[in-house]
């Protein structure tokens, strides 16, 4: 097993930056580790973009936050120079502040209640003297209609849970389970990282003229994809709609070649039902399969995370059979998840991004709304 040196920055600005000593498979085991020995499982959930550096070590850029993770493998000497931190020198976790909530206040004359969950208050409803009919008679109040939304557009019924599987459906792809707990017997804390950073951390920010050109152009095509997706629940075969939602996918994100991989239902293993670039109908014919897990794509199914790497050759995830078999060398790699009602139905991926090896925030973002519609497409069909 190796070891890693994982920096994992502060959440905001009062907190404290800590580097940690992990023993893992690969970098993305260390990394979610030392998130967990921290109390932040489940922070890398969605979106990433990884840039591998010079010196070989990963910056990951959690999307939604902007914060930058550092993972580098250390070697003997680097293991050898570590030094840890004693128990004492450990600071304790800061409990997050509790969200404060409204001051219920009440009218004259209405009681208040107190919640079992709250010590603040909220008042009773006013009494309806309009309840009864003349003589006595209660009226008869209407049953709630469960069909009906609440105000906001919420659904009465919560729209997570799954509709039922007609008897002679298709077997359900298996479920997506969060990950096991991972043992973090082989996690210290340093008191310092044994090769500071000292290029630059994650990716170049744009100049205020260009952000805001960039934010509009990825408006405009969210937009344009917001309405062109509607067509694909149009699509009657699973291999027409998923070359609808590659073609929309690689029309938005420039890139040589992309394919879509569908996970076996009973074993998770990705095979590939669309294809587009030169060697497509190589692919398609080769009846590659991808074990469950395994590289980018697998790791991707299987752990519901997008994924942007700029240069696969120096990630020990990536798995590089396909592109052997077909003569296609990979260089850059963009991967969302097919996922919904918490199963896996496979991934999309585009790879070898045309202008430079980053793919942007904006086109994993395409890539992820997407990827769910496709999930969305096909979890239908199996109720049909």
């Not at 709609?241 to 073609?247: G, K, N, S």
Request: contains cysteine; neutral net charge; hydrophobic residues 40%.
């Amino acid at each position: 097993m190796s070891k890693f040196e994982v920096h994992i920055p502060a959440t905001d600005g009062n907190g404290f930056n800590v580097t940690l000593k992990v023993g893992a498979d690969n970098w993305m085991s260390a990394l979610k580790a030392g998130l967990q020995k921290l109390g932040e499982q489940g922070t890398i959930s969605q979106n990433v973009m990884v840039d591998i550096q010079e010196d070989n070590s990963i910056h990951v850029t959690e999307a939604a936050s902007g914060r930058v993770f550092r993972i580098r493998e250390m070697t003997e000497e680097d293991i050898a120079k570590a030094q840890v931190k004693r128990p004492s020198q450990i600071r304790p976790a800061v409990a997050p502040a509790p969200a404060q909530r409204a001051e219920v206040k009440t009218e004259p004359g209405i009681p208040a209640v107190k919640r079992p969950d709250d010590h603040k208050t909220q008042p009773l409803p006013k009494p309806d003297l309009d309840t009864t009919k003349k003589g006595g008679e209660a009226l008869k109040m209407p049953s709630p209609d469960l069909n009906k939304t609440l105000p906001g557009n919420l659904a009465a019924v919560p729209a997570s849970i799954p509709a039922a599987v007609p008897r002679n459906a298709t077997p359900a792809p298996r479920q997506h389970k969060p990950s096991a707990r991972l043992e973090l017997k082989d996690v210290e804390e340093l008191v310092q990282p044994i090769r500071p950073s000292t290029g630059s951390i994650g990716r170049a920010k744009s100049s205020p003229n260009i952000a805001k050109s960039q934010r509009q152009e990825t408006e405009d095509i969210l937009a344009d994809i917001f309405l062109r997706v509607v067509d694909l629940g149009s699509k009657k075969e699973i291999e027409e709609a998923m070359e609808f939602v590659l073609d929309l996918v690689m029309e938005k994100v420039p890139c040589e070649a992309g394919s879509v991989l569908r996970a076996d239902g009973a074993t998770g293993d990705l095979t590939f039902v669309a294809a587009r670039g030169p060697k497509a109908k190589e692919i398609l014919r080769a009846n590659i399969i991808v074990p469950a897990g395994t590289g980018i794509a697998g790791f991707c199914a299987a752990e519901g995370v997008s994924v942007a790497v700029s240069d696969v050759e120096k990630d020990p995830r990536f798995y590089a059979e396909v592109g052997a078999r077909v003569g296609y060398a990979t260089r850059s790699m963009l991967c969302a998840p097919m996922m919904t009602h918490g199963r896996s139905f496979g991934c999309v991926q585009v790879i070898n991004r045309k202008g430079g090896p980053q793919f942007l925030e904006h086109e994993v973002g395409v890539m992820a709304y997407l990827a769910h519609q496709a999930a969305l497409f096909l979890n239908q069909k199996l109720l049909e």
